[in-house]
């Protein structure tokens, strides 16, 4: 299952967003005498990767209303369709590859530069690049793993992907019987108190946070970087699109994550780069 080709990516992902020199300049002017680096990233982040955003072609909101919570949990018909979608969508997720804003952010961690990954991400490609997952903070979950909505039992995502495939169309826990879901975040629910304290103190221990690909509309993740600008940190945002935040920012790049990632990287870890 995991060894098909990956999905090509989408054509409006395909053409890459290159940064302006100069606030490519100004970005790793800051992060020069950075010693302690926070990542938080969003969807655009992956993008590269072929998974489209939330509100791009292919993504949730272009695809049909998401499921929230209380649908999952109150509706048989949903759970059905929930996990028609997840066979369905599962195995081309399995399928997509890091790409080089992943491998930036590795090799920045690898530098002793990075003190972690704060991610709105489910879909586990900061692991897959081979960052330490002791230091990825999921704030919505991954899709890689499914538990039940009862006792908590959690399997590999794979082993439930397998399950489907040979007949159950909806699996059930194998401890205690009732439904299972997918271990993200849906919408109407709250996040897990866990995740979130491990990404306020990042946020307020760090003394520059990277925000990549993130819309910064989505609460309470949003007030990260504000915490970590108020703690004393320097705000540099990577994104294609404004934020609500851009004002805080001490500097904003206009790009896609993987050629100014790669740049600054090269250009503040350059011994640790790959090859």
Excluded at 202 to 222: E, Y
Aim: proline fraction near 9%; charge should be negative; glycine fraction near 8%.
């Amino acid at each position: 299952m995991t060894d098909a080709a990956p999905p090509p990516i989408p054509a409006r992902y395909a053409e890459p967003l290159l940064p302006d020199p100069e606030r490519l300049a100004a970005l790793i002017d800051l992060a020069r005498p950075a010693r302690r680096i926070v990542a938080f990233t969003g969807a655009g982040i992956s993008t590269e990767s072929g998974i489209p955003d939330y509100r791009g072609p292919g993504g949730l909101w272009s695809t049909g209303k998401p499921p929230t919570i209380g649908d999952f949990l109150g509706s048989e018909e949903t759970r059905r369709e929930y996990w028609r979608r997840r066979q369905e969508t599962y195995p081309e997720l399995l399928a997509r590859e890091p790409n080089a804003g992943h491998h930036a952010l590795v090799t920045l961690q690898q530098a002793g530069l990075l003190a972690g990954v704060i991610t709105q991400n489910i879909d586990g490609l900061h692991q897959k690049a081979g960052a330490d997952p002791d230091r990825v903070c999921e704030l919505h979950g991954t899709a890689h793993a499914v538990r039940c909505v009862a006792c908590s039992h959690r399997e590999p995502g794979v082993d439930v992907q397998r399950r489907q495939d040979h007949g159950e169309a909806m699996p059930r826990c194998p401890v205690c019987g009732s439904a299972m879901r997918s271990a993200t975040v849906l919408f109407g629910e709250s996040m897990p108190a866990e995740p979130l304290v491990r990404a306020i103190d990042l946020a307020r221990s760090c003394d520059l946070m990277l925000v990549i690909g993130s819309s910064l509309v989505v609460q309470p993740a949003a007030r990260l970087p504000l915490l970590a600008r108020e703690a004393g940190a320097r705000l540099a945002f990577i994104n294609r699109q404004d934020t609500p935040l851009d004002e805080a920012a001490d500097v904003v790049v206009r790009a896609d994550a993987g050629p100014v990632l790669s740049a600054l990287a090269a250009a503040v870890a350059p011994g640790d780069q790959p090859g």
